[in-house]
């Protein structure tokens, strides 16, 4: 098993272009999230998905679209990029149930730089 | 608002030393899970805790969940070169009505040889 993975693993964006971050899974996780980590902040939650055709937002939605068309995919789009939205992106899913009975899975991340 | 606060956010020790690093809120957490991330990658779970004054041990990693489910700490004995890393604590909490995983900011712990 490949576990989750994330594409690509760098990308740099001019301010106002648009790009998706992908993200999979082959454990047949119906929960799925997407973090975003920056420096002395840890991981703060931006959208998840508790089933195919479900998502919701998290703490820091702004400026960032999720769909959830299969249980195995997660995008994360940026639609118009801002400095702002420099940071790593993390990409993470576990089974259902309670948020603690089980271990979140996260993939390598995504580094973004919008300049 | 972080709801988890960790203390201290950098820690840079020679091998063999011990240190404790700690997970503090001022609210209850029904669990808390510690994690560690290595520079390039994802966090992997260590360990969680569930029960207040729970104790576990993972080798030379000691985690404790507070009597009161507040705190939380990981000590680690004669720590070594491959405990370097970033230590991130993680709970649920309640978000727009839902229950989600907030994480503090993060422990950066570098051990020297």
């Known amino acids: 098993n490949a576990g989750v993975t994330q594409t690509p693993k760098f990308q740099v964006l001019k301010t106002g272009q648009s790009m998706t971050l992908q993200c999979a899974q082959d454990?047949?996780?119906?929960?799925m999230s997407w973090y975003r980590q920056d420096p002395g902040m840890g991981l703060r939650l931006i959208h998840y998905?508790?089933?195919?055709?479900?998502?919701d937002q998290g703490e820091v939605p702004n400026g960032y679209n999720v769909s959830r068309s299969t249980t195995e995919d997660f995008p994360l789009r940026l639609l118009s990029a801002a400095p702002s939205q420099t940071s790593v992106y993390f990409c993470?899913?576990?089974?259902?149930?309670?948020?603690?009975?089980?271990?979140?899975?996260f993939g390598p991340g995504t580094r973004l730089t919008v300049t | 608002t972080q709801l988890l606060e960790q203390s201290p956010q950098f820690l840079s020790i020679q091998e063999g030393e011990n240190l404790t690093v700690y997970c503090n809120s001022s609210?209850?957490?029904?669990?808390l899970q510690w994690y560690r991330q290595e520079p390039g990658e994802g966090p992997v779970l260590l360990v969680t805790?569930?029960?207040?004054?729970e104790v576990k041990k993972l080798k030379r990693l000691t985690f404790q969940f507070g009597d009161a489910r507040k705190d939380s700490s990981l000590h680690i004995t004669a720590a070594q070169p491959g405990d370097t890393g970033l230590y991130l604590c993680?709970?649920?909490?309640?978000?727009?009505?839902?229950?989600?995983?907030?994480f503090g900011q993060g422990t950066r712990l570098t051990i020297n040889p």
């Open positions: 609210s209850v957490f029904s669990s």
């Open positions: 805790v569930v029960t207040g004054g």
């Open positions: 998905s508790v089933g195919a055709g479900i998502t």
């Open positions: 993470a899913s576990r089974p259902p149930g309670r948020v603690y009975s089980y271990e979140q899975y």
């Open positions: 454990m047949n996780h119906e929960y």
């Open positions: 993680a709970g649920p909490s309640f978000i727009q009505g839902a229950q989600k995983l907030v």
